[in-house]
């Protein structure tokens, strides 16, 4: 069975740019988490997304946004990027989202 | 949620257990304990989770306290690809990482 897929596994952008990330669940998976990961701050939750809806937010603005389509597919959305958004984004899907997580590669944001 | 306290690094010789302590004093009686662990530039691998009773798989011992205020993650055979990143979260609804423990499995 194929894992979380994320994509680009890399990303250079400008402040102000926005940028979209995408991550496919494992198959039959239902709920698509996302998490921000810096040196500084470490793993911060950002939301969790479950048969469409967003079902938990963490404590980020509202440039951070985020979907997920009917296949289980999710993106995740930040606007005006900011230098701090620099991050490794990871995602992670469960059957339910009240279990095990597996979580993808991650994507590699860096903001100049 | 309940907030998790772990020491922030760890070593261990390879071939002995390594055990992982985690102090949950908050956790309420619908929370559950999950460990995962993140190798360097990977994403966080899922270890083992329990609820009051304790628990075995193929990876990894959960032991929790009776009063669930704590509990500890054991590797009985520690090997130098556990070296890692262990964290330990209490969850209801949604996964806080705390800063975790660094393993350092010696030789």
């Known amino acids: 069975k194929a894992g979380v897929t994320q994509t680009p596994r890399y990303l250079i952008k400008t402040r102000g740019q926005q940028v979209t990330l995408s991550c496919s669940p494992i198959s039959g998976h239902r709920s698509v988490s996302w998490y921000q990961q810096t040196p500084g701050q470490g793993l911060q939750f950002l939301f969790e997304y479950f048969s469409e809806t967003q079902r938990n937010k963490g404590n980020f603005p509202g440039r951070f946004s985020g979907r997920q389509f009917s296949n289980s597919r999710s993106e995740m959305n930040v606007s005006t990027l900011e230098l701090g958004d620099s991050a490794l984004y990871l995602c992670?899907?469960?059957?339910?989202?009240?279990?095990?997580?597996?979580f993808g590669p991650g994507t590699r944001l860096t903001v100049l | 949620d309940a907030k998790t306290t772990q020491p922030p690094s760890m070593d261990c010789a390879e071939g002995r257990a390594a055990n992982l302590p985690c102090n949950h004093s908050?956790?309420?009686?619908?929370?559950?304990v999950y460990w995962y662990r993140q190798i360097h530039s990977q994403g966080p691998q899922y270890i083992i989770h329990g609820l009051k009773n304790n628990e075995t798989n193929e990876m990894a011992s959960l032991i929790i306290t009776e009063d669930r205020k704590s509990s500890t993650l054991i590797l009985p055979h520690a090997t130098l690809r556990d070296t890692a990143v262990y964290y330990c979260i209490v969850r209801v609804n949604d996964m806080r990482f705390g800063a975790g423990t660094r393993l350092t499995v010696k030789p």
């Open positions: 908050t956790i309420s009686g619908n929370e559950y």
């Open positions: 992670a899907s469960s059957w339910a989202g009240g279990n095990e997580q597996f």
